[in-house]
């Protein structure tokens, strides 16, 4: 397979790990160790990365890369990030599950119409925060939770926020505890990371 017609990043490559020419990678695959099972991961020039080894390392994984053989070569990586095309990705996942990819670029709505546009997802431990663009406002960060973000439809392009419980709303009644709409018994609406899980 040639570079990825349709990339979604697989993981980020971090620091070189010894002198063998190993690294530390971030995945953002369900199971970290299942970075392995796509194949080639192309980086955003098109240049091939095939894993001949990989093992857990606390919240990332240790890989070697074939002809990455010294530190060296290894520290040239580091920042380089790792994509497959969207066909290597399974679609079965449940009602309530989305790849992050598929979520960038969604408009987002409110009962009044189109608010804005999703330009990031991110997770920070917490749980999934949408980056949202609201007109001119940039960095608005709403909790990706059911209540916070009750309808998500890829097919149609958008999603439906809930303004107080995405803590679009300024009032003095929105001080209450809940405004930020991390609800604690709120249910994470749980994107699926890229390799299908939440």
């Given at each position: 397979?040639s570079?990825?017609?349709?990339?979604?990043?697989?993981?980020?490559i971090?620091?070189?790990?010894?002198?063998?020419?190993?690294?530390?990678?971030?995945t953002f695959t369900?199971d970290?160790?299942?970075?392995?099972?796509?194949?080639?991961?192309y980086?955003?020039?098109?240049r091939?990365?095939?894993?001949?080894?990989?093992?857990?390392?606390?919240?990332?994984?240790?890989?070697?890369?074939?002809?990455?053989?010294?530190?060296?070569a290894a520290?040239?990586?580091?920042?380089?990030e790792?994509?497959?095309d969207?066909?290597?990705?399974?679609?079965?996942?449940e009602?309530?599950?989305?790849?992050?990819?598929?979520l960038?670029?969604l408009?987002v709505?409110?009962?009044t119409?189109?608010?804005?546009?999703?330009?990031?997802?991110h997770n920070f431990?917490?749980?999934?925060?949408?980056?949202?663009t609201?007109g001119?406002?940039?960095?608005v960060?709403?909790?990706?939770?059911?209540?916070?973000v009750p309808?998500v439809?890829i097919?149609?392009g958008f999603?439906?926020?809930d303004?107080p419980?995405a803590?679009?709303?300024?009032?003095?009644?929105?001080e209450?505890?809940?405004?930020?709409?991390?609800d604690p018994?709120?249910r994470?609406?749980?994107?699926?990371?890229?390799?299908?899980?939440?």
């Amino acid at each position: 397979m040639s570079k990825p017609q349709n990339p979604v990043q697989m993981a980020v490559i971090g620091a070189a790990h010894g002198i063998k020419g190993e690294l530390r990678v971030k995945t953002f695959t369900g199971d970290p160790l299942a970075l392995a099972d796509y194949g080639p991961l192309y980086a955003r020039d098109g240049r091939a990365f095939q894993i001949i080894d990989i093992r857990p390392a606390g919240t990332v994984v240790v890989v070697r890369f074939k002809g990455i053989s010294d530190r060296n070569a290894a520290e040239a990586l580091a920042g380089t990030e790792l994509y497959v095309d969207r066909s290597m990705l399974p679609d079965d996942g449940e009602e309530d599950e989305f790849y992050h990819a598929d979520l960038i670029g969604l408009e987002v709505r409110d009962e009044t119409g189109v608010i804005g546009r999703i330009v990031a997802v991110h997770n920070f431990g917490g749980g999934d925060i949408l980056d949202v663009t609201l007109g001119e406002r940039k960095g608005v960060l709403i909790p990706f939770t059911q209540a916070a973000v009750p309808h998500v439809s890829i097919a149609d392009g958008f999603v439906r926020v809930d303004p107080p419980a995405a803590g679009l709303v300024d009032d003095e009644e929105s001080e209450a505890p809940g405004r930020s709409g991390f609800d604690p018994k709120g249910r994470p609406r749980g994107p699926k990371d890229a390799g299908g899980n939440r």
